[in-house]
C-alpha cells in the first residue's frame, strides 16, 4: 500500500494512525470538520 504513496507523493504516511491523522487534518482545512484543529498524538495512540 504504502508504494502507492510514494510513486503518486513521493512519500507514504508513517503509520495507519499517521493516515488517520493526515484525513482528519484535511478535512479541518477544507472544511473546517471537526471539533478544533486535530492532535498527531491523538492519532497515534
Not at 504504502?2 to 479541518?28: K, M, N
Request: charged share 30%.
Amino acid at each position: 500500500m504504502w508504494d502507492v504513496w510514494d510513486r503518486v507523493y513521493g512519500r507514504h504516511p508513517e503509520s495507519i494512525g499517521h493516515l488517520d491523522y493526515l484525513f482528519a487534518e484535511s478535512l479541518y482545512r477544507r472544511y473546517g470538520l471537526g471539533a478544533g484543529h486535530p492532535q498527531r498524538e491523538t492519532y497515534e495512540e
